[in-house]
């Protein structure tokens, strides 16, 4: 048995989801395929997760419907942003730029948002579109691709055909290694604990960033008394701190941030992942491409994740449509080549600066240390440097 559509999506996260959900009101005909359970897709659970998503990045959505279906209770404003070396003394800060506040009366770098209400907004626009199918509990055994078409073989036996395969499954992508596409892997051997807490005191939208010795605390606010904590530490540490109870574990990130909040407790489920990164060597094969985290995982310290995935959502998208508005072929190797250089000059010097920039940051032997509060200084002294870092923050 087997069906035919022009373009196969494979992962239903929010970045397959919003792939799909680009081409609506054309006819191309998208199948989105996941192992996952319906239920998990049209019901996603809170993960911990806190996005951080830029001026741009909030574009897209709208552009795509989502953005809209987001309770404005959820969306979170994101202020200012302050990065700190060793302790609370001091500390780089970053507002929004005076030219975007008279420009464009941004009055914020950002916005915070659930990862699940954004894969919820986005499921909700693409389950009724009429181009779209979207088939869940499947598994795949392989991948073909030749000049005249791509194929996806399940584990059930059916065949599917189709123009262009998209890979949008995930860091350790099964297309990327399906395709035969090598990647730079970076183990971290870190863990990242994330839960959210109540605290009295104001977090002034500000999100806050501090280099410990040995682990590294995040602050993401929310609501004005509710904060995203993200603690980063050693694999060999994780255990210890995910086998304390909710009081312990809210009594030692008031610790970790040295009480500026008041006395905090745990609000919600405590969460945690293995930090890895990833760069595929090339985002595209014959008649199939890479997005989102598939093509490129970053470290979440610079918040550019979902952001560089909707961006690869848009560039290709993009290309597409225009080629198949032109009746050309939307899998053509010269529409692919444009796509995966643009998108590998927009995301290599940020994965490979954001990685170089976290060896500086965790690398706690004293001549290091120095290096870092020097780091902080110089930048908060230059303000074409802080413009430019800024810049990235807001995608503006």
């Avoid at 559509?5 to 970045?15: E, L, M, R």
């Avoid at 806050?208 to 929310?222: I, M, N, S």
């Avoid at 006395?263 to 491409?289: D, E, M, Q, W």
Wanted: with cysteine; hydrophobic share 40%; proline share 4%.
């Amino acid at each position: 048995m087997s069906r035919q559509s022009d373009i196969i999506v494979i992962g239903a996260g929010p970045v397959g989801l919003a792939f799909a959900r680009y081409f609506k009101g054309t006819d191309l005909q998208i199948t989105v395929l996941d192992k996952a359970p319906l239920s998990s897709i049209e019901s996603p659970a809170y993960d911990g997760r806190e996005i951080a998503l830029t001026h741009h990045s909030k574009e897209i959505l709208q552009n795509l419907g989502a953005w809209q279906r987001i309770d404005e209770s959820d969306i979170y404003p994101l202020k200012d942003a302050k990065v700190f070396n060793g302790g609370f003394d001091y500390g780089l800060h970053f507002k929004v730029p005076k030219d975007l506040k008279i420009m464009s009366s941004t009055d914020r770098l950002g916005n915070l948002i659930s990862n699940h209400n954004i894969r919820q907004a986005l499921y909700d626009e693409v389950k009724t579109l009429p181009n779209v199918e979207l088939m869940t509990d499947v598994g795949i055994k392989h991948i073909d691709t030749d000049d005249q078409s791509a194929k996806v073989h399940l584990t059930d036996g059916e065949t599917l055909h189709a123009k262009l395969i998209i890979g949008a499954d995930s860091r350790m992508s099964f297309v990327r290694k399906a395709l035969g596409i090598g990647a730079q892997m970076n183990d971290f051997g870190r863990t990242v604990i994330v839960f959210r807490v109540r605290h009295p005191l104001s977090n002034e939208a500000t999100a806050q960033e501090c280099f410990f010795y040995g682990r590294t605390l995040a602050l993401l606010p929310l609501h004005d008394h509710l904060t995203n904590c993200v603690i980063t530490l050693d694999n060999t540490q994780a255990a210890k701190l995910l086998a304390l109870s909710p009081d312990a574990l809210a009594n030692e990130a008031q610790r970790m941030m040295g009480d500026k909040l008041g006395a905090c407790s745990i609000a919600g489920t405590v969460h945690h992942y293995p930090l890895t990164g990833v760069h595929a060597n090339t985002f595209i094969a014959k008649r199939a491409a890479l997005i989102g985290d598939a093509a490129v995982g970053m470290h979440p310290v610079t918040a550019h994740g979902y952001n560089l995935g909707l961006s690869s959502v848009d560039t290709l998208g993009r290309l597409i449509i225009d080629a198949h508005l032109d009746d050309k072929d939307i899998a053509s190797p010269t529409l692919l080549h444009k796509y995966n250089l643009n998108h590998q000059a927009h995301t290599r010097p940020l994965y490979h600066g954001t990685n170089t920039l976290v060896s500086l940051f965790t690398n706690d032997a004293r001549p290091m240390r120095i290096v870092r509060d020097a780091a902080l200084r110089i930048s908060n002294n230059l303000p074409p440097v802080k413009r430019w870092i800024t810049g990235q923050l807001t995608g503006k």
